[in-house]
């Protein structure tokens, strides 16, 4: 093993682990998304700004502090965070809903409907009886309610 990593400790090489679990979750879940989403939230702007900064936050505090071996391991996790940021979006599709960089399967969702708002659709679902939102600006009531009308034709 280099020297480098000789001085890490389990709270390190746990925060190394979980940084690159989240990393390829986000990578997958981002594959995912390219072939199931069929109505996305856009991204803000600021979006990438945030994510951006998350990473060059935490490679600048590795810089900064010396790239002493005891802050790799949140350099890790800020450089994961950014790129989870960076890679995931918010939508539905044929997979599942996907919201806060998760994915939640149809076969998972007890209910699931849908009511036009202004400028777009809120799509609301029970999950576990925890009912969530997901805001679809710009999206076709329509459109939305014969997809909702085939998942749940599906599952």
């Not at 682990?17 to 109505?39: E, K, M, P, T, W």
Request: hydrophobic share 50%; charged share 15%; with cysteine.
């Amino acid at each position: 093993m280099p020297a480098f990593f000789s001085s890490f400790g389990v709270l390190e090489w746990t925060l190394v682990i979980v940084a690159a679990l989240l990393v390829c979750y986000s990578v997958y879940l981002a594959i995912d998304q390219r072939g199931s989403l069929r109505f996305v939230v856009p991204r803000e702007p600021v979006n990438a700004v945030v994510a951006a900064a998350v990473a060059v936050l935490g490679i600048g505090y590795f810089v900064v502090r010396g790239a002493q071996p005891d802050d790799f391991s949140a350099c890790c996790v800020l450089v994961a965070v950014g790129a989870s940021l960076a890679l995931v979006r918010s939508g539905m599709g044929p997979h599942g809903i996907y919201q806060g960089g998760m994915r939640v399967g149809w076969d998972r969702i007890e209910q699931v409907e849908s009511v036009a708002v202004a400028g777009g659709v809120s799509v609301r679902y029970t999950m576990r009886g925890a009912e969530r939102e997901l805001v679809l600006p710009g999206a076709d009531a329509g459109a939305v309610e014969a997809f909702l009308a085939d998942m749940r034709k599906i599952h």
